[in-house]
């Protein structure tokens, strides 16, 4: 069956007396991979509740939560690391008054605390235990997907292989968790984890990848489609890149990706249009089941879903094709992949005192 998997009818999350009915009838709808998640085409990444990006209101939060939910978004996605704890425990209060069968939802293990040596841990017990701690702080008894988080920095992959995956199985069959995936920024370390493990991986989830100056994920779909995968998408704006206001000062990305996404948000300011609303629109149309977006401000949250519910003008989609001509294009889908990984390194070996995003 293949990833995409459109519908316009209601899906097997509605309720009628819980939801706006018009908002779900107007969300697509994909199969995530080999699983039974058939998910909304925009999902709620729930970083931001952790107060990741700034300070955040944990009451508007709340809000958030249940007007995503409301308005068709039915996948969230969480972590531990997210403000190491907070936005899971945020989350877990918002869906005290959302009914649980509305939505699927994913937590990950393996990436937990500011502190540099104590930052990764993804060793067997810890993987158990990890899942028992995200459950209470979201107050479930099971979640339906559970991730190994950036799986690129374990010591060796041979860990994510032989332990860290044999425990969520563990996990998998206790029935904590339905399914497994793995996450990371570099695409050929996901392919090789689905190669050579004997643990069935459900999904890869990939960020930074499928938008508008880097779409070397698509290399990868025909791989994973075969394979039965389920490829979610975060970050479509590039963890910043891609907005008014640019990337933040740790952002790995080389000068040269920064300038064309910074001389790309001048221009849309000079057409009169939105960046962040390009970018996000430019993500959702490629051929991917769900592509993640995270905000803790309400405004924002139905700014996102607006891409879904209020398609591009013609001036936004004639700004759109020219960003991609003019400063996306020749960028030949540069990354940073091993940038954050050696600073890791180094500053474990005490090579270095300060991290640029690590902390």
């Not at 104590?118 to 028992?132: C, H, P, Q, Y």
């Not at 029935?175 to 996450?183: D, F, H, L, N, S």
């Not at 891409?307 to 991609?324: G, H, N, S, V």
């Amino acid at each position: 069956m293949s990833d995409i998997a459109h519908d316009k009818g209601l899906p097997a999350t509605f309720l009628k007396d819980f939801h706006n009915e018009e908002s779900v009838r107007q969300m697509t709808y994909n199969r995530l991979g080999r699983t039974d998640m058939v998910v909304s085409a925009l999902s709620y990444g729930a970083s931001a509740l952790g107060s990741v990006f700034r300070n955040t209101d944990d009451t508007e939060g709340l809000k958030v939560v249940e007007y995503v939910i409301k308005n068709g978004v039915n996948y969230i996605d969480v972590a531990p690391w997210y403000g190491h704890g907070k936005a899971e425990q945020v989350l877990g209060r918002a869906l005290q008054t959302i009914p649980r069968s509305s939505y699927f939802i994913s937590t990950k293990v393996g990436r937990y605390l500011p502190e540099i040596d104590k930052m990764f841990d993804f060793g067997a017990e810890r993987t158990i235990r990890s899942v028992d701690e995200s459950l209470a702080r979201l107050g479930l008894e099971k979640v339906d997907l559970v991730q190994v988080h950036d799986i690129e920095f374990a010591d060796n992959i041979d860990i994510i292989i032989n332990e860290t995956l044999p425990a969520l199985q563990k996990v998998k069959d206790s029935g904590k968790a339905r399914y497994i995936g793995i996450t990371g920024y570099p695409l050929n370390i996901l392919k090789e984890v689905l190669e050579r493990s004997s643990i069935q991986v459900d999904t890869v989830l990939s960020y930074c990848r499928a938008c508008m100056h880097d779409n070397s994920l698509l290399d990868f779909l025909p791989f994973f489609q075969k394979n039965g995968t389920g490829v979610i998408n975060a970050s479509p704006v590039s963890m910043g890149l891609l907005t008014e206001r640019g990337a933040p000062d740790w952002h790995p990305a080389s000068d040269d990706v920064k300038r064309s996404c910074a001389e790309a948000a001048v221009y849309c300011r000079q057409m009169g249009t939105d960046l962040s609303r390009v970018a996000l629109s430019y993500s959702l149309d490629l051929p991917l089941p769900t592509t993640l977006f995270s905000s803790a401000s309400l405004i924002n949250a139905k700014k996102n879903l607006d891409a879904i519910f209020m398609p591009l003008t013609d001036t936004e989609r004639k700004t759109k094709e020219e960003i991609m001509k003019r400063y996306m294009r020749p960028l030949k889908n540069e990354n940073w992949e091993g940038v954050e990984e050696d600073e890791y390194w180094a500053v474990m070996r005490g090579d270095k005192t300060t991290a640029t995003k690590l902390g």
